[in-house]
């Protein structure tokens, strides 16, 4: 079942900061977030595991409720760098009947303007 | 630093014509993937491959579709009768902990059908 992301776009100007929500109706195994430029392979940013879980650095982070059903990631103080595609890939269960599958959101672009 | 590796980078075929998209997995990897994704459109799931097997396939992945690790390093992607719509850039995938680690995603193939 495909997470559902939003908001759909966002729209910032450098410095400001963005939340991107990953939501979903059943308990996941493990959210993985990647960013994707134009023309690009997806980039790997991170993976959340458990609930309560919040992981990354400064700039950009991520949190993993306690029911593991919704994560958010945090860009803040962002950089035109931080342009792109934002998608949020969800896991079930790990083994048994699912070997790694990444079911992915529709995808959130994030504009950064100078 | 390793990385997964797909050749060739854009396949021009005609509708009904057979396809062969190569990936180069990073070596000691074990889990491997293929994704697609139609232009301006969320990343999906076609196979998953463990042990030299099929372990998981989506619905898109039918008859027409096919993959092989043939020599221990490449991992292909078959599709034998191509049709309008299989028009997508497709991703191989790899990882070596199942579940809980980022799976690797190559560059990409653009594959266009005329």
């Known amino acids: 079942q495909q997470p559902v992301q939003s908001p759909q776009a966002v729209i910032l100007r450098e410095g400001e900061d963005a939340v991107i929500n990953c939501s979903s109706s059943k308990a996941l195994y493990s959210v993985h977030w990647y960013r994707q430029k134009h023309g690009e392979a997806p980039v790997f940013l991170m993976i959340l595991l458990k609930g309560g879980e919040q992981k990354g650095h400064e700039k950009i982070s991520a949190s993993f409720n306690e029911k593991k059903q919704q994560s958010s990631l945090y860009l803040t103080a962002s950089q035109l760098s931080y342009s792109g595609t934002y998608f949020c890939?969800?896991?079930?269960?790990?083994?048994?009947?699912?070997?790694?599958?990444?079911?992915f959101g529709q995808g959130t672009i994030l504009t950064v303007h100078p | 630093e390793p990385e997964v590796t797909q050749t060739p980078s854009h396949q021009v075929t005609q509708m009904g014509q057979e396809v062969i998209l190569r990936c180069v997995p990073i070596s000691n990897h074990l889990y491997f993937y293929w994704y697609r994704q139609i232009l301006g459109q969320k990343v999906e799931f076609l196979v998953s491959f463990y042990n030299n097997e099929i372990s998981e396939k989506s619905e898109i992945f039918d008859d027409q579709f096919s993959v092989e690790r043939p020599d221990g390093s490449n991992f292909t992607l078959k599709i034998r009768s191509t049709k309008l719509e299989d028009s997508a850039m497709y991703f191989c995938?790899?990882?070596?902990?199942?579940?809980?680690?980022?799976?690797?995603f190559g560059p990409g193939t653009r594959l266009t059908v005329l």
């Open positions: 890939g969800t896991g079930l269960i790990a083994g048994g009947t699912s070997y790694g599958k990444l079911t």
């Open positions: 995938a790899s990882t070596d902990h199942l579940g809980v680690d980022e799976q690797f």
